[in-house]
């Protein structure tokens, strides 16, 4: 039988207020330079963020139904609507119908759609590498966990459908 102290996290003071409002702060501000780190590529590609954010989830859930990619990255039909036909028309996504439902679309990037990715992911990689080696390798997966806890159940549903995914050979090339 533990004690009230032994649970976990019972006493860890970085649960303070002031050190909340830092995370949270901390969160906001590299989402904003992570943002500012990939704007020259989208500019040189003539792309925005929201064409990024639906080539990042295609990067790592390739072959999702649309419904999904709109549930995943929770914008209303019609933006999504946009934003695809902008990158179709760029021939970065490529469709195939649905196993089960022919109705279905699943949505793969094109070899222009991935090469657009990777170069967007260029830059996110030589920033968390940065970040990782600084840190070191407890650090990272201390921060892992933390972000799998922030997770709503909806998210992570995604990032498990995604790591079976790459289990099963879904994943790659």
């Known amino acids: 039988m533990s004690l009230p102290h032994e649970t976990a996290g019972a006493d860890l003071l970085f649960l303070r207020e002031e050190q909340l409002r830092l ?9 904003r330079d992570m943002a500012q ?8 590609d003539g792309l925005g ?16 139904p649309v419904s999904r990619l709109q549930a995943v990255l929770g914008v209303t039909k019609q933006s999504l609507g946009r934003t695809m036909h902008e990158l179709e028309a760029r021939k970065y996504l490529e469709s195939q119908p649905g196993r089960q439902d022919r109705r279905q679309r699943l949505l793969f990037l094109s070899p222009e759609g991935k090469a657009a990715e ?13 970040a990782y080696r600084e840190a070191g390798g407890a650090a990272v997966e201390g921060f892992r966990r933390v972000m799998r806890g922030m997770l709503s159940e909806q998210s992570r549903s995604v990032l498990n459908e995604d790591a079976a995914g790459k289990k099963g050979g879904r994943h790659g090339a």
């Open 118 to 130: 990777a170069r967007l992911f260029a830059v996110v990689r030589q920033r968390l590498v940065a």
């Open 37 to 44: 780190a990939i704007e020259p590529v989208l500019e040189e």
């Open 49 to 64: 963020h929201a064409h990024y954010r639906v080539l990042q989830v295609l990067a790592f859930s390739p072959g999702i």
């Open 23 to 31: 995370a949270q702060t901390l969160m906001f501000l590299a989402s």
